[in-house]
């Protein structure tokens, strides 16, 4: 257990659905970020929020929002989604963004089936 | 563009083994270097981190990594692997004062007792 949880843990959703991933930290961090792991690929980093200010967002499309409401949760809304998106999704946050040298503390993932 | 890359994709060792698994990087400046595990069903977690000083760093486990700038490395070693060693391994890096953390595609270990 890390302080970082997700839920679902699994979900599978069609290419019309609309679907939101949650992320919760316990550990009164700062910073906040949204990761895909495909299989045979890196980990990918989507968005970074540092103090609920999304400051990265690596060429993500549109379909994937995501929206932090305070610095303890996380969501990732989904809509018309394609199979190619089917992956695990990681959340993980940081006391202070990653200039400081900060270790992440990873989440269990969602691991998410388009259909 | 940075990039991280790890040679090693699947590495199989038998117990008290040495292990070296192999860390490159490519960006020209100034960089922190991590290494993160994922025991299996478990969540990733640092196992160490290098960003000033010694470049031979101390992590979990009896694990240690070195830094050689002049061939952009950051290679894992530990001298006599265990059972419970047995998980995937990934290197990742950041430039300098910035948000983001570059992963590598990672390295599955299994130690067969």
């Known amino acids: 257990e890390t302080g970082v949880t997700q839920t679902p843990r699994h979900l599978v959703m069609g290419m019309t659905n609309k679907k939101s991933l949650k992320c919760e930290q316990h550990l009164g961090h700062n910073a906040m970020y949204w990761y895909k792991q495909s299989a045979k690929k890196p980990l990918e980093l989507m968005f970074v929020y540092n103090f609920k200010e999304q400051t990265e967002n690596n060429s993500v499309p549109s379909r994937f929002s995501p929206e932090c409401p305070n610095s303890s949760h996380l969501f990732l809304h989904l809509h018309t989604l394609q199979p190619e998106d089917s992956a695990l999704y990681l959340c993980?946050?940081?006391?202070?963004?990653?200039?400081?040298?900060?270790?992440?503390?990873f989440g269990p993932g969602t691991r998410l089936l388009v259909l | 563009a940075q990039s991280v890359s790890q040679h090693n994709h699947h590495v199989i060792l038998s117990e008290a083994a040495s292990l070296e698994l192999g860390c490159n990087y490519s960006y020209g400046g100034t960089v922190n270097l991590f290494w993160y595990v994922q025991y299996p069903g478990q969540h990733l977690q640092l196992l160490l981190k290098y960003f000033s000083g010694d470049p031979l760093v101390k992590g979990i486990k009896g694990f240690e990594a070195e830094f050689i700038k002049s061939k952009f490395s950051f290679n894992l070693r530990k001298p006599s692997v265990q059972w419970s060693d047995t998980a995937e391994y990934f290197c990742a890096v950041n430039a300098h004062n910035t948000d983001k953390l570059i992963f590598g595609t990672g390295t599955r270990l299994q130690v067969f007792p």
């Open positions: 993980a946050s940081s006391q202070e963004p990653l200039a400081g040298v900060e270790t992440q503390y």
